[in-house]
């Protein structure tokens, strides 16, 4: 049977050929940032109706632009077979008042987030929260009753109480080896002008990190990234930071369409993604808005955006500034570790392939766990196995990516700027050894999965001496690629 659609503006008939029966109905099309419990809300309609309507099942992923029909309850009844065709004309303006949304309550579950809670039902983390007066995400506990929309759902099946055993000892040691690790230890470089890839394959890298800052273009306009590294024999990691004002103004909204962008990009062939960057500081996230919880709604949208467009895509979380500036952690920015913390306890490693980590302040061998000649020695951050053992111990079932890893030196280029100084001591030849052990470590350890070299060959020397991560020098040596190359197995 031929079936005819008809587009009036924004309604659509639909009319089978015998019965000529007329259903009007609305089409929406979705804007960044919309949800279908925003679309249900604004029409009056329940999400179960909008989504049997579409044929969608949970979590609801929406993307910029799809068109979804939305139901009519006031559409006209079928005219008698023996009737005429019925005249197709461009309906009037006027609709039936939006009817009242039902809502239901869910029980928290064992194993729930807020984030993963809203999906179920068609919302962001903000709109479960605000629904439920939540301000505090890790006050989550199993047994509460959360407001939600749609009918009720059935009970949940008891759970039979758990045999008594006897109390286990604490677990001491290293974490074991995860077994979560997608592929074997690569090694790759982050490239400011991608002017090196001779050097970088020297250096036995097959990986290349290029940063990304989105305000709100489309992701065919960093394909060239994409195809460029691709052309040029490397895996390309694209590591994306937005607008921090975005979040401020609507950080539901802001989340899905950030999100979708990633998605465009896993579409394009990104082989991996990194969700933000140092996030734990309000450089790159408004304050009063600072918190791992907070991130991993992001995180969240993110994954199933990009996974929904191209599942080989590894998900890389957004690695924190290290550093124990703050002590401790409030909404105007956070130490690292309590950072991970909070991500942890709102189920991030539910959302990711691969924990972003950075390590960029080494003056110290890499194998070193104390004696930094800085007056905050005893800091975790100055020592490479005591980042290492710290990050995995908050998430013991997913690898480490170090999206930065680099040592500082002037050697070559000049003095290093105050804020840099704790460096001065640095050599060429220790920035070669140095990375080579560090290679070393990561690579013997079994849970890092990726080593990002911070940097190959960027040219500024200011403020922030790029120029002085860099392992191609000024005038085209390249030490560090003899070592790199040598750690990797010639």
Known sequence: MRRLILLFGTFVVLMTAGSFAALAQRVHVVQPGENLFRIATQYGRTIDEIAQANGLAPPYILHAGNQLIVPDPNAPASPPASDPPPVVT????????????????????????????????????????????????????????????????????????PAET????????????????????????????????????????????????????PASNFQHLIDSAHGSGFKVLLSVIGDPNGIRNDPGAYYQSYANFLGGLARGGADAIEVWNEMNIDREWPSGLISG???????????????????????????????????????????????????????????MDCVGIHYNAGIVPPDATSGAPVGSSGHYSWYLPRMMTLYRSFFPSKPLCFTELGYLTGEGIGALPGGFAWASGNSLA?????????????????????????????????????????????????????????????
């Open 293 to 351: 919880a907070n991130y991993t709604q992001m995180l969240s949208a993110a994954y199933h955006a990009i996974k929904s467009n191209n599942p080989g895509t590894l998900v890389i979380s957004g690695a924190p500034a290290p550093t124990g500036f703050f002590q401790g952690c409030s909404t105007g920015g956070g130490d690292d570790d309590c950072y991970m913390r909070q991500m942890a306890a709102a189920g991030a490693a539910n959302v």
């Open 430 to 490: 220790e920035q070669a050894a140095w990375l080579a052990g560090a290679v070393h470590r990561t690579r013997g350890s079994g849970y890092v999965r990726m080593l990002i070299v911070w940097n190959v060959d960027s040219t500024f020397w200011g403020e922030d001496p790029q120029q002085g991560y860099a392992i191609v020098r000024p005038g085209g040596a390249c030490p560090a690629c003899d070592s790199l190359r040598a750690a990797m197995g010639g």
């Open 166 to 217: 006897a109390p286990t000892a604490p677990v001491t040691g290293p974490p074991p080896v995860s077994t979560a690790n997608t592929g074997g230890f690569e090694l790759g470089g982050q490239a400011l002008s991608f002017s090196q890839p001779g050097a970088m394959h020297s250096a036995r890298m097959s990986w290349v990190k290029r940063q990304v800052k989105w305000h709100g273009e």
């Open 90 to 161: 461009a309906p009037t303006t006027t609709t039936a008042p939006p009817t009242t949304p039902t809502y239901s309550t869910y029980v928290v579950q064992p194993g729930d987030y807020l984030s993963t809670i809203a999906a179920k039902f068609g919302m962001n983390y903000f709109e479960l929260a605000q629904l439920n007066n939540i301000l505090n995400p890790d006050v989550l506990t199993v047994g509460m009753v959360l407001r939600v929309p749609g009918p009720p759902e059935p009970p949940p099946a008891p759970v039979p109480a």
